[in-house]
């Protein structure tokens, strides 16, 4: 029956949540797997691979790569950390590419590793001294 009035269609959203992340820090280059756990990551409730892309944030940084795995898991890859220096940022998801959900924080660390052995060979008889180098 027409009244006259505007009609409204109204939606039901289901916001995700995030409980906790794995690991929960990773190299300052990026590249760190890190598990996502929570509730209500349905891809069926935002039309991914349709309208919206789902994505996960690092701090400011946005990461178009995320696996889902399920409602309740998704794996996102950790973008590179530009400052230099250690930090430690929110990670968030957005179902819907957009409207994201702030979870735990993520600790970015140095990359400490042996960039070069010098000599690179010696006797096997021992008593050689061996310099390593590392990143600065």
Not at 12 to 30: A, K
Not at 42 to 54: E, H, I, L, V, Y
Not at 78 to 100: F, K, M, N, R, W
Request: hydrophobic share 35%.
């Amino acid at each position: 029956q027409a009244t006259g009035l505007p009609t409204v269609e109204m939606r039901t959203v289901i916001v995700p949540e995030i409980y906790s992340i794995i690991p929960t820090s990773g190299f300052m280059p990026g590249g760190t797997q890190v598990t996502v756990l929570g509730k209500n990551f349905t891809s069926s409730r935002c039309d991914w691979g349709a309208n919206a892309a789902p994505t996960c944030r690092f701090g400011t940084v946005v990461t178009p790569q995320i696996h889902f795995l399920d409602a309740s898991t998704v794996v996102c890859v950790s973008p590179p950390l530009s400052t230099g220096i250690e930090s430690e940022v929110a990670v968030s998801v957005a179902i819907d590419g957009q409207s994201y959900v702030d979870g735990p924080n993520f600790m970015y660390i140095k990359a400490y590793g042996i960039l070069q052995v010098r000599p690179s060979t010696a006797s096997i008889q021992g008593g050689s001294r061996v310099t390593l180098t590392g990143p600065r």
